[in-house]
């Protein structure tokens, strides 16, 4: 079956500091992979996304790699800010399943001044 | 204007009662979702809905009722609560139903309390 598997949370780091965020992918067929971002108490936005193989997708100074050879779609950004604290879900979609999305379990990022 | 609504924003009830919570979307897309969030933050999807027409029920309880009025709402019925129905539940829409790349619209959320 399709699943994702995020590294677990919650990450602290200090302001400036640099993010890596894990994220690893099954799929029976071909998944785009996303990162949508969900501030306190909304709901979630599209970080980035990616739909084919060595794809890169950025946002904000957020970055992600489709790997298909490790199956992976990790999240970076080399400086954080407070305001990017918030709970991130690696997400996967596979074509002709109804365009569900299937996510990771969240990881929460707190960023300390 | 707001892309995609829900309401109410906060639901508090007794268990047993009946409860619906309403979703809207004014982006012209033509699929919508129902997702449940749980206190691990653990989201799921529902249910979908193409063009007023079931797609996806992901092995939801009986006591869940999708319904769609029009392409644009998308409401979510629940029966006889239960305290394990506690959770956030999101609506999401998105324009193609086929092309998984597409981006979906999260609506605010709701969160519904089980007493």
């Known amino acids: 079956g399709n699943s994702v598997t995020q590294m677990e949370g919650p990450v602290t780091l200090s302001e400036e500091a640099f993010l890596t965020i894990n994220c690893t992918y099954t799929a029976t067929g071909y998944p785009s992979l996303f990162w949508y971002v969900q501030y306190p108490g909304e709901g979630l936005q599209l970080l980035l996304k990616a739909t084919k193989a060595d794809d890169k997708g950025s946002n904000k100074g957020f970055e992600a790699t489709y790997r298909k050879e490790t199956t992976s779609f990790h999240l970076e950004k080399g400086s954080v800010q407070v305001s990017d604290s918030a709970v991130y879900f690696c997400a996967l979609a596979v074509y002709n399943q109804g365009g569900k999305l299937i996510f990771g379990q969240g990881t929460e990022l707190s960023v300390k001044p | 204007d707001t892309a995609v609504s829900q309401t109410p924003k906060y639901l508090v009830t007794q268990m047993g009662n009946d409860k619906s919570i309403k979703c809207e979307q004014n982006l012209g897309h033509d699929t919508m979702y129902w997702y449940k969030q749980d206190s691990k933050k653990f989201l799921k999807i529902m249910f979908s809905?193409?063009?007023?027409?079931?797609?996806i029920n992901e092995t939801v309880p009986n006591r869940f009722s999708p319904k769609s009025p029009d392409k644009a709402h998308l409401n979510l019925h629940i029966n006889s609560l239960e305290l394990g129905d506690s959770a956030v539940y999101f609506c999401?829409?998105?324009?193609?139903?086929?092309?998984?790349?597409?981006?979906?619209?999260f609506g605010p959320g709701t969160r519904l309390t089980v007493l």
């Open positions: 999401a829409s998105s324009q193609e139903l086929l092309a998984g790349a597409k981006e979906q619209f």
């Open positions: 809905y193409n063009n007023k027409e079931l797609i």
